[in-house]
């Protein structure tokens, strides 16, 4: 039976894999989540990963299939009263059914225990399918827009991105 706990430094790699395989290359267009097309290079590495999993302000939650395979990720960061949801990433094969929903709920139970009474999340701005499945779950555009990390961290865009801030009371 599929699973959500909090993952540790040993799921890293397999996070890591995970995570690049849902935004980035060939294997994210497999999904209807993928970012290859807007930004290129990869989304998260080793280094990055193993940095939230000693931030005491962050958790990363995952999903495991009957198998213990890691199947969804999810990024939040206690920043009260508000609970930072990032790094949301759904194996391409499994996309649309029910892991992204089920890491959803599991990050507003999760806000609830650290007090947080808003989730808040940035999407990219022309990523209109996403944003309307995060609409159909409460989420709402703050009006609040911001740009696209310039540093290079999380890939490199491929045009123009902005952010929008989509929050959720609780």
């Not at 890591?16 to 849902?22: I, K, P, Q, R, W």
């Not at 980035?24 to 998260?44: C, H, N, Q, V």
């Amino acid at each position: 039976m599929p699973v959500i706990t909090q993952a540790t430094l040993t799921d890293v790699p397999e996070l890591n894999v995970l995570v690049n395989s849902a935004y980035r290359g060939e294997s994210s267009k497999r999904g209807w989540t993928t970012e290859a097309d807007l930004i290129g290079g990869a989304r998260i590495d080793e280094q990055t990963l193993t940095g939230y999993m000693n931030d005491e302000n962050i958790i990363i939650l995952k999903h495991t299939d009957e198998d213990g395979n890691i199947t969804g990720t999810v990024y939040l960061e206690v920043r009260t009263p508000k609970l930072y949801v990032g790094m949301f990433s759904v194996s391409p094969l499994l996309q649309n059914k029910g892991v992204g929903r089920a890491l959803i709920e599991e990050a507003e139970v999760y806000a609830r225990k650290y007090n947080c009474n808003t989730l808040t999340m940035t999407v990219i701005s022309i990523r209109s399918e996403l944003i309307s499945w995060y609409e159909r779950r409460g989420y709402k555009p703050t009006g609040e827009i911001q740009p696209f990390h310039a540093h290079g961290r999380f890939g490199d865009a491929k045009q123009h991105i902005e952010l929008i801030v989509m929050e959720k009371d609780i």
